[in-house]
């Protein structure tokens, strides 16, 4: 059996397969749908000071190639994410990620440091990208000064891996990662979803409630990929791919791209048992091709000259 096991630093993954946050609940919801103890980690909705509601309905809508969330940090805040969630999620046989936001600085050092004094959690993501709230998110995101400093004071309350998850919505997202290293970030993860809308004409409404919203799904992958590509051609540390990912290929497309690991989105609504099919046919896959050690693959990207034919070869 092929040894599909990564390590990102300071953070090792039984396989490079993590679900994204906000689309895997607390992890719990998909137990009858996944072996969760076969995924790489589980990373948690994001978790706030207090308890959120969210925004208005309609939050999701499908469209062409994709959907787009306007969720608003829906969560039931971290002591209840303490009392309620952790127990479960710290029996798991997996890696525990959870994902943190918040309205201030203040606020993500407050969730960081209440958080770090639990057991069962191996490492935080920063949600420093989300596009569905007026403060906070991508307020911070989009401005490498503003990642600097949030990374840097978060960085004060806690030893375990930190990851930091960046947004697409800049002009040039290789500065957030920069910023976000500078900080004192471990890992990064890319891409957040792009920034979108849907309109219906004949309400002449925006469809979300809150007008605009997140897009994600498959259209999104290749967007994700050069984005990844430039993260990791500008800093040194381990990067997770995250966008459009639906098949063990896509992930391959990833980790050739220089990700050390990726996660699974809006695929996990479209098969709820997506995650743990991706980890077999990635088994089957190095089987196949007499790949013993998955992390052969990672960066190994051929950049010198075009050449690719995007139909032959598929797995
Ligand atoms: C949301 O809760 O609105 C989505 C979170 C995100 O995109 O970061």
Redesign the pocket.
């Known amino acids: 059996m092929a040894d599909l096991s990564v390590t990102l630093g300071p953070l090792r993954l039984k396989n490079p397969v993590l679900t994204a946050?906000?689309t895997f609940g607390y992890g719990r919801e998909y137990e009858d749908f996944v072996n969760l103890n076969r995924l790489g980690g589980i990373i948690t909705k994001?978790i706030t000071r207090d308890p959120r509601a969210?925004?208005p309905p309609p939050r999701i809508t499908e469209v062409p190639g994709g959907m787009l969330?306007?969720?608003?940090?829906?969560n039931v805040g971290m002591e209840a994410f303490v009392r309620e969630k952790l127990p479960y999620l710290r029996n798991l046989e997996t890696q525990i990620i959870v994902n943190v936001?918040g309205n201030s600085v203040e606020e993500y050092e407050a969730v960081v440091s209440r958080l770090d004094r639990e057991k069962g959690i191996h490492a935080f993501e920063l949600?420093l990208?989300?596009?569905?709230?007026k403060e906070g998110?991508l307020t911070f995101g989009k401005s490498p000064e503003a990642v600097f400093k949030i990374v840097e004071r978060v960085r004060l309350h806690t030893n375990r891996p930190l990851i930091v998850k960046l947004t697409p919505n800049v002009t040039a997202i290789g500065d957030l990662a920069q910023a976000a290293v500078d900080g004192g970030a471990d890992i990064l993860s890319a891409i957040?979803?792009v920034m979108g809308m849907a309109v219906d004409v004949s309400a002449r409404k925006s469809v979300l409630g809150k007008m605009t919203g997140?897009f994600s799904g498959p259209a999104l992958k290749s967007i994700a990929l050069a984005k990844v590509f430039e993260v990791v051609r500008r800093v040194s540390v381990p990067v997770i791919g995250i966008g459009g990912i639906f098949s063990a290929e896509d992930v391959l497309e990833f980790l050739l791209v220089g990700a050390s690991a990726v996660q699974i989105g809006t695929a996990n609504f479209v098969d709820p048992a997506i995650s743990e099919k991706v980890v077999n046919d990635l088994e089957i896959y190095c089987e196949k091709q007499g790949i013993e050690d998955l992390e052969e693959i990672i960066g190994k990207l051929d950049v010198d000259g075009a050449g690719g034919d995007g139909n032959k070869n598929r797995l």
Request: glycine residues 22%; hydrophobic residues 25%.
């Open positions: 946050s906000g994001s969210g925004n969330n306007s969720i608003g940090l829906a936001a949600n990208s989300c596009p569905n709230v998110g957040n979803t997140g």
